[in-house]
């Protein structure tokens, strides 16, 4: 990375990247890697692994050139903050179970937060650029290690149902503003809802979107095996194709 970032026998491309312009490849390296993991792929995972390295190199690097910092600090810093944050592997301190260890993690988090950054907001510090859901349970998270949180999922659940209605109700109103909001808060009150159950809201709807592209990829091809035009069809008939591929999956999963 220092040769193509030489500004006179370098690489143009590179000698031209800042932080910003390259923050946009580290997060789609990132999904890459999570890719390749739900597909099981083990070369592809070493091949994207080594992309999301490079990443981290070529941060380093422009950061080694501003003065700020070089990849070994970087290294130091992650091997520091492990063994701050594991006091029971890298300590003598105990806890009594999971969720007592849980809660100290966040604390020293928090501390680190606060020593750091000098953030007063529990909120302050989650980051913007993260994907919405993601951030919408990140959010909910922090506020829930001060007890601001819905008491179980079944709660809720119930405002979920709030939620949907106030949409239907807003939707009624045509104002697209309202309906918004409207989505967004019925949006957030799922991203809650997969949080208390443990689920990764990101992972629920990538999985959600992959299961649509599966199905919809089997109408289109059952009907071009029948020679038929997905445009001429009606709903009803690409429904009962819908059917069927539910059916088929379900019958692969039993087998």
């Known amino acids: 990375m220092e ?19 390259i923050a946009p490849y580290t997060i789609e390296e990132a999904y890459e890697v999570d890719d390749a993991i739900r597909r099981n792929d083990m070369d592809d995972l070493k091949s994207e692994l080594g992309d999301l390295l490079l990443q981290v190199v070529f941060h380093s690097r422009m950061a080694e050139e501003a003065g ?15 063994i701050r944050r594991h006091p029971h592997v890298f300590g003598d301190k105990q806890y009594a179970d999971n969720e007592a260890q849980t809660q100290d993690w966040e604390a020293i988090k928090a501390d680190e937060r606060k020593k750091s950054k000098g953030s007063e907001g529990l909120l302050d510090d989650v980051p913007l650029a993260l994907p919405a859901l993601k951030r919408a349970q990140k959010l909910q998270k922090r506020a829930a290690t001060v007890g601001f949180d819905w008491p179980d999922a079944k709660r809720v659940l119930q405002k979920l149902d709030e939620e949907r209605e106030e949409v239907g109700e807003a939707i009624e109103t045509g104002d697209l503003d309202r309906i918004e909001d409207e989505i967004g808060d019925l949006l957030f009150v799922c991203a809650n809802l997969a949080r208390k159950t443990r ?17 919809f990829r089997y109408i289109e091809q059952t009907l071009k095996a029948d020679n038929r035009d997905i445009k001429a069809v009606s709903l009803d008939d690409m429904e009962a194709l819908w059917v069927d591929a539910k059916k088929l999956e379900n019958t692969q999963k039993k087998t």
């Open 68 to 82: 700020f910092f070089d990849f070994d600090d970087v290294a130091d810093a992650i091997n520091d903050k492990m």
């Open 199 to 215: 689920i990764d809201s990101e992972a629920a709807l990538r999985r959600a979107n992959t299961k649509f592209e599966r199905r």
């Open 3 to 21: 040769r193509l970032r030489d500004p006179e026998t370098g690489c143009p491309w590179d000698v031209g990247q800042t932080f910003e312009t």
